[in-house]
């Protein structure tokens, strides 16, 4: 079965600073690999998803992440952090093989920006 | 109007009461989903409904009931509300061609 870590609870960045969330996966064979964002009082919004091809994916709102297979990892980057993008970040894997019938979230990273 | 609408948004209900959280969508989306989130334990699978005539068990299905009644509407009932399903609910449609969910804005429940 499918599972996602996301090792950071909180994180506090700086306000044009760089982000990076991160989220390591495990499962045995090639997964779906998704980030959603929820903001205070709304439902999940995708930022980006990856299923194959180019290891580097472009999302919304600025975001990209990155699939290391050989790290079982799938980080998500921001080069310059805004205000707005405080929120919570979930990643989250799907089985290709059952054509993701049900995505297995991570707990979730709390982002805040400061000033 | 959303995709995915969820009634209600906020419901107070007490212990033993039953409760049904109604969902319905515009996607035409055949996939259905029912997942609870609690702080720090992210998401968590309780139903889900490839079409009408298939309904699933997640991972958190005891002491929650749900009812596929037609494409566009999912509900998920608690038969016997208790104070530990105290939490924020959602519901979710997909399209197995592009993979990622379209998420309801949620429904917070409290029970007292």
């Known amino acids: 079965a499918q599972s996602v870590t996301q090792p950071d609870i909180h994180i506090t960045v700086s306000e044009g600073a760089s982000l990076e969330l991160r989220c390591n996966y495990s499962?045995?064979?090639?997964?779906?690999l998704f980030w959603y964002v929820q903001s205070p009082g709304q439902g999940l919004q995708l930022l980006l998803k990856?299923?194959?091809?180019?290891?580097l994916v472009q999302g919304i709102k600025g975001f990209e992440a990155e699939f290391k297979r050989s790290q079982s990892s799938f980080n998500l980057r921001k080069p310059s952090v805004h205000w707005s993008d405080a929120a919570e970040y979930f990643c989250?894997?799907?089985?290709?093989?059952?054509?993701?019938?049900?995505?297995?979230f991570g707990t979730g990273t709390r982002l805040l920006v400061s000033p | 109007d959303a995709d995915v609408t969820q009634t209600p948004r906020n419901r107070i209900t007490k212990t033993g009461k039953r409760i049904m959280l109604e969902c319905s969508q515009t996607?035409?989306?055949?996939?259905m989903y029912w997942y609870r989130q609690d702080p720090g334990l992210g998401l968590r699978l309780i139903y889900y409904?490839?079409?009408?005539?298939?309904?699933n068990k997640g991972e958190i299905s005891d002491g929650y009931s749900v009812s596929r009644q037609a494409q566009a509407k999912f509900s998920l009932s608690l038969e016997s509300a208790i104070p530990n399903q105290t939490a924020l609910y959602f519901c979710?449609?997909?399209?197995?061609?592009?993979?990622?969910?379209?998420f309801g804005s949620g429904t917070r429940l409290t029970v007292v």
């Open positions: 990856y299923f194959s091809g180019d290891t």
């Open positions: 989250a894997v799907g089985a290709v093989n059952t054509g993701f019938q049900k995505l297995v």
């Open positions: 996607k035409g989306h055949d996939r």
């Open positions: 979710a449609t997909s399209d197995p061609g592009q993979g990622g969910y379209t």
């Open positions: 409904s490839f079409d009408v005539k298939d309904i």
């Open positions: 499962y045995g064979a090639t997964p779906y």
